[in-house]
């Protein structure tokens, strides 16, 4: 038994409870952090930079109404499915630290396979959005200053993937994030304060009435409105619960109940505000970055850039940590952060990674089809899909009739949502790689 098995057992044992839970091998923290600090991860993951784009992104494909019931419907749906996959975390006498691992207990090597590769590109493409996000916000800063047009966006995605490189090499896993969430919260509440601050004052000083009309033909409409559906689902889920999960102490099912309570109660508040205001200040030419609309001291303006970046910055090494703990994982890389051979292996593995991702950024920083294909190909199927059909085959012998319809009944109509949102995703593309050329500075 390896030391990292070993210190897992000991956790499970000093609880007193599930210590005939097989805990698999990690090179990361298992069971080390309060329902409290996940829940802060959590709310981190959905009050990141992205929510300065939902007014623009969700709010004027959807209208008022669509978007309100919608995002109602989403948060509620969205609870439900998480839930779902929190219980089965220690299913059938092991806990489940990853997502493939759980869905290839439950179905076999080729959905472990198919699992891993759709979070994958889940995690994968939602970094390339943050790379993106924290490229352009560093660009509105300077355009704050300068105006000579010198930098381009594609200059500002490369420095801010450096950045994210240097921070990732430095943190070693998720549980380390420590007071960098408590620092990710601060600066989410200054550049959420300043964009509904900023868009209410320049909503009460517009004396002509606002559009909210959606915008274009009818066929436009649809697929636009198709798309939103997906954003609405990249809104509130990560696609990496059982991974999160991992690092919350025993019972870690109870403990994840909490910290998801905390999460779409007081967790979605900023981001609804912020949502609202924005789409009621600036209605249909609501921006897909709303600190793109606002009016105000430059300085104001600048400090909500600048954390916005930084927040950018510690957010996606959240969601990179999935990619992070199967790389040190698979070549036995523990113990302290700057061991030479471990910095080594970090600069690397995660420089690259980060390399990678920086390139395709500052390829095609097109943000707004980022968000709708990444729902459309992989958080649909991963948070929708597969939990509900996850939980009705593992649950199989406890579920009534009508339970199990249940079950069927989403599985079938997020598996047509996610057909559906793809061929819009795939049309936005078109559209805007007509529009803009590589490398576009946007």
């Not at 990292?4 to 069971?31: C, M, Y």
């Not at 620092?183 to 200054?190: C, F, M, N, R």
């Amino acid at each position: 038994m390896n030391a990292t098995r070993a210190k897992n057992q000991t956790n499970n044992l000093i609880v007193g409870e599930h210590f005939d839970i097989e805990v698999p091998d990690t090179a990361h923290q298992i069971s080390s952090d309060s329902w409290f600090q996940v829940a802060f991860v959590l709310t981190t993951g959905i009050n990141n930079a992205y929510v300065l784009g939902f007014s623009g992104t969700v709010m004027v494909p959807l209208g008022w109404v669509g978007g309100v019931i919608g995002l109602i419907l989403a948060s509620a749906i969205s609870l439900y499915a998480n839930i779902l996959v929190a219980k089965l975390h220690e299913f059938g006498g092991k806990r489940h630290i990853r997502y493939r691992d759980l869905a290839g207990f439950i179905y076999g090597r080729k959905a472990y396979c198919l699992t891993w590769g759709l979070q994958y590109v889940n995690l994968f493409m939602i970094n390339c959005g943050f790379i993106i996000l924290a490229g352009s916000a560093l660009k509105a800063v300077y355009v704050l200053f300068r105006e000579d047009h010198t930098m381009k966006l594609p200059y500002f995605i490369a420095i801010a993937g450096l950045v994210c490189a240097v921070f990732a090499i430095g943190v070693p896993h998720l549980s380390a994030l420590g007071v960098w969430l408590g620092v990710s919260t601060i600066l989410s509440l200054i550049y959420i304060i300043v964009a509904m601050v900023l868009s209410v004052k320049d909503g009460v000083k517009t004396t002509h009435s606002r559009d909210y009309e959606i915008q274009g033909s009818s066929l436009s409409k649809l697929f636009t409105i198709t798309a939103a559906a997906a954003n609405l689902v990249f809104v509130f889920n990560t696609g990496m619960l059982p991974e999160i999960q991992a690092t919350v102490k025993q019972p870690v099912v109870k403990n994840m109940k909490k910290a998801l309570y905390f999460q779409f109660t007081l967790g979605l508040l900023p981001m609804y505000a912020v949502m609202f205001i924005g789409y009621w200040a600036y209605g249909s030419s609501t921006s897909t970055y709303l600190l793109n609309n606002v009016s105000g001291p430059v300085w104001v303006k600048a400090l909500a850039n600048i954390s916005a970046f930084l927040q950018t910055v510690i957010c996606l090494h959240i969601f990179a940590s999935p990619s992070y703990e199967y790389m040190d994982t698979k070549f036995g890389i523990k113990g302290g952060t700057f061991v030479l051979k471990n910095l080594m292996f970090r600069i690397m593995a995660r420089g690259g990674y980060l390399a990678v991702s920086t390139l395709l950024s500052a390829l095609l920083p097109f943000l707004g089809d980022f968000m709708s294909l990444t729902g459309a190909v992989s958080t649909i199927p991963l948070t929708f899909i597969l939990a509900n059909h996850m939980y009705y085959k593992a649950m199989n012998n406890k579920l009534n009739n009508m339970q199990k319809l249940w079950h069927w009944v989403n599985v079938v109509l997020f598996s047509l949502m996610s057909v559906a949102a793809t061929i819009a995703a795939l049309r936005l593309i078109v559209v805007d790689s007509k529009n803009f050329h590589v490398f576009a500075d946007l």
